[in-house]
């Protein structure tokens, strides 16, 4: 491919702009569903997208404790990570046979770059709120990074290949084994996007804002839109690795997959409590990973 | 009116600040958040920090001691940022005019844009006065 595709790919479709649109429909489909669950009327189909442009129309402060190039490259690396791996997921759902054996390690570690990106941007920002935010974004990513990957393993395991294309066409959510390993990867992403019961970093309550506290203007508006992204981007990578959406007729039911796992988020995010970070963490080393081994175990034995 | 003041007044960030207020100034704020108004149809939502705030609701007499930090929190703001004194103690002192440790209203430490006077305001007198700075800021 010439290098004008890769960059229209990245930067359009299926990677920035498609992406971006995307996570803010599903992000206004996620705040008005948790208006309707509080029985309110809800926000505007276009209030998320004002929220993240009005964040590049103010002032950009710099605290003068900050390391102001890490304070500026932090939101910029997480935004680069969350489009290469849409780029990366979308491409290979829209042609199964493209990519190499091993994109799909790529995407996990390309996916893990945003909450990266938070906790440097925590530390540089010289607050100590921030810095407790950070230093629980980074125990929560060292949590649910150990399930997650057990529970993609199912799905490799069943599709005999660690190639996002031929992940695509396979479909492990009709096996338990499947059904068992998309709920604890549901789990972890909902800890991936940092939502109750996993907001920890963020804690209003106690930390006021945790991770981003200083982060205002341009830098913060990144951010923003990288959690904006993420929430399309991850249930869309969970979609194409358990649903085989790029199977034939599979289209549909990846649809209608990823609408439900983004609902499943909302109301797991509105019924549930914060937890501590050492319940997190517990949490996700104890029972999470323990389904996730059985899930596993499930999957060897052929179920 | 411009694109960014269209975009900035469909998204307004709140930010409560208390200074020595009684509590109920600040109950009414949390009142005006919840359901039964619900300003997320506006676009209104609270922050935590500072730094994303683009309103900030001043709660209190502010006093001596808390009127310093009330123009670090204010030169800590993004700006542009709107300020609204809510509450009779925020727009005049009120009864505390006369207290010893009083010194001036708000609006002689920190520019504000809107006064909602009543101790305390009712979220449906804040909600009138939001709507009518939106419309002062968009030049209507």
Redesign the interface.
């Known amino acids: 491919m010439t290098y004008p595709g890769i960059l229209i790919q990245a930067l359009v479709f299926p990677g920035l702009a498609f992406s971006a649109a995307a996570g803010l429909f599903l992000s206004w489909v996620d705040?008005k569903v948790t208006?309707r669950v509080?029985?309110?009327?809800?926000?505007?189909l276009?209030?998320p997208f004002?929220?993240v442009?009005?964040?590049f129309?103010?002032?950009?402060?710099i605290p003068s404790g900050a390391t102001p190039a890490v304070f500026w490259a932090a939101p910029l690396v997480g935004l680069a990570g969350a489009t290469t791996a849409s780029t990366m997921i979308g491409g290979s759902l829209l042609d199964p046979s493209r990519g190499y054996v091993g994109d799909l390690i790529v995407v996990i570690y390309l996916l893990v770059l945003p909450s990266l990106a938070v906790i440097l941007g925590a530390f540089s920002s010289g607050n100590p709120l921030a810095s407790l935010g950070g230093s629980r974004e980074m125990k929560l990513l060292l949590a649910y990074e150990l399930p997650f990957v057990l529970a993609l393993a199912v799905p490799i395991l069943n599709a005999g290949s660690i190639r996002l294309g031929d992940l695509a066409v396979t479909v492990t959510v009709a096996r338990p084994s499947g059904v068992l390993a998309l709920l604890v990867a549901l789990i972890c992403i909902q800890g991936k996007l940092g939502l109750v019961p996993f907001d920890l970093p963020e804690a209003?309550s106690e930390?006021?804002?945790g991770a981003?506290?200083?982060?205002?203007?341009a830098p913060?508006g990144i951010f923003r839109l990288t959690r904006t992204m993420l929430l399309y981007v991850l249930p869309l990578f969970l979609v194409s690795a358990f649903c085989g959406p790029a199977a034939a007729g599979g289209a549909l039911r990846g649809l209608i997959c990823l609408v439900l796992l983004v609902v499943s988020v909302t109301l797991i995010r509105n019924t549930a409590p914060r937890l501590r970070i050492d319940q997190a963490v517990k949490f996700f080393w104890g029972p999470v990973s323990v389904v996730a081994l059985a899930a596993l175990a499930l999957q060897a034995g052929g179920w | 009116m411009g694109?960014?003041v269209k975009?900035?007044t469909?998204?307004l960030?709140a930010f409560h600040l208390s200074g020595s207020a009684c509590n109920n100034c600040d109950i009414e704020v949390l009142d005006a958040l919840t359901?039964r108004y619900?300003l997320?149809?506006f676009?209104i939502t609270l922050?935590?920090?500072v730094?994303?705030a683009?309103l900030l609701l001043l709660c209190g007499a502010f006093n001596r001691k808390s009127a310093e930090r009330l123009r670090r929190v204010y030169h800590?703001a993004?700006?542009?940022v709107v300020v609204a004194a809510v509450g009779s103690c925020a727009c005049s002192g009120c009864i505390f005019r006369h207290s010893y440790n009083w010194e001036e209203p708000v609006d002689s430490y920190i520019p504000v844009d809107v006064y909602i006077p009543g101790c305390p305001p009712k979220p449906e007198a804040m909600i009138a006065a939001i709507v009518k700075t939106i419309a002062k800021l968009r030049g209507g």
Do not use: F, H, W
């Open positions: 705040r208006a509080q029985m309110r009327q809800g926000p505007p276009l209030q004002y929220d442009a009005k964040y129309v103010k002032e950009t402060c209003e930390l006021t804002g981003l506290i200083e982060y205002s203007g913060m | 694109m960014a975009i900035l469909r998204s960030n359901p619900d997320e149809r676009g922050v935590g920090s730094r994303q683009d800590e993004p700006k542009p």
